[in-house]
């Protein structure tokens, strides 16, 4: 098992970090429903040869995919980057998301002119063949319905759906680091809020929820990028605990920023907001620990969440 990337993804992902906030951080997500700023991030991530990893064929790439992602989610980058890292053009497709049901894509027309296929987690794609307006909600701003072609066989849902959670992972970070300034910086009765016994708790809780799914991002990356039996467990587990930790992650956000933590002039609005097509595409908390449950007894696998968790899998499903 391997658990820390290699030195060239970590230098990759500096450099990511640098360019991103030089064209404008989070304010990238502020100029992104205007249709502002795409060009420019276009030619950055061009100029970093980032379309030219191949993470579905090497180890090495599928790292640097994974950190480029990350580094695109501490800005909440309104670009289809986990998505275009995801797809092989050499299959055809530029771009490639997981999607049910009414096919919903976040950020599929932000760049056009793109191939996109949609999988549906379980073994085929389908081309998109027409992408509606976006729906423009405040839940996601950026998602379009979308239709799509026949489908074939696919193999590359794990990706598509492990990669966004690297991104999700960076927008946890950069919500409990602007957290963290503000708590430092809002005073009350003459001193920091951070001083409080209460919120010190309250967030060393949550960074260490955090951490520990810090770690199992890196674990699952591994298990998908290595091929291991347990790799489509694996990676449906990293959703669900990538779900659950942003819904506490960014409620104790919100509530040490109080109110002014919805305004738009405070990133974590951003970050937030940005995040919601990440944990509602292409399901929902239930429903991905429902799939998850499903997985479970058809997969073998030997990773992290044991026999017991089959067991319980088990359980669930025959009550």
């Excluded at 951080?25 to 990893?53: F, K, N, S, Y």
């Excluded at 932000?110 to 976006?134: C, E, I, T």
């Amino acid at each position: 098992m391997k658990t820390q990337l290699t030195e060239d993804a970590l230098e990759l992902e500096r450099v990511m970090d640098t360019a991103l906030r030089r064209l404008g951080g989070v304010d990238l997500a502020r100029a992104a429903e205007a249709g502002a700023g795409v060009a420019d991030v276009t030619a950055v991530l061009g100029q970093l040869d980032v379309w030219d990893l191949r993470p579905r064929t090497s180890p090495g790439d599928g790292e640097m995919a994974a950190a480029v992602c990350r580094a695109a989610g501490r800005v909440a980058l309104p670009y289809p980057v986990a998505e275009r890292l995801a797809a092989d053009p050499d299959e055809g497709f530029d771009a490639i998301a997981v999607a049910t049901g009414p096919a919903r894509v976040n950020l599929v027309g932000v760049v056009p002119d793109l191939r996109w296929a949609v999988s549906d987690g379980v073994g085929s794609r389908a081309p998109v063949v027409s992408v509606g307006p976006a729906l423009g909600t405040k839940l996601g701003a950026l998602v379009s319905e979308v239709e799509l072609g026949e489908s074939e066989p696919d193999g590359s849902a794990r990706l598509a759906l492990l990669l966004p959670c690297w991104t999700l992972l960076g927008m946890l970070e950069t919500a409990l680091a602007v957290t963290r300034r503000h708590m430092l910086d809002r005073r009350q009765f003459d001193q920091p809020i951070a001083s409080f016994q209460a919120l010190q708790f309250r967030l060393a809780d949550t960074t260490t929820s955090f951490q520990a799914f810090e770690e199992l991002t890196k674990y699952t990356l591994w298990s998908v990028l290595s091929q291991q039996p347990g790799a489509a467990v694996d990676v449906l587990a990293c959703r669900v605990a990538a779900l659950e930790v942003a819904e506490t992650v960014f409620r104790t956000s919100h509530q040490m920023h109080g109110a002014v933590g919805f305004c738009d002039e405070v990133d974590l609005s951003w970050l937030s907001r940005y995040s919601q097509p990440i944990r509602r595409l292409p399901w929902g908390l239930s429903q991905t620990r429902s799939r998850l449950l499903q997985t479970m007894t058809d997969v073998p696998f030997t990773g992290l969440h044991g026999d017991g968790l089959v067991g319980s899998a088990n359980q669930s499903l025959t009550r």
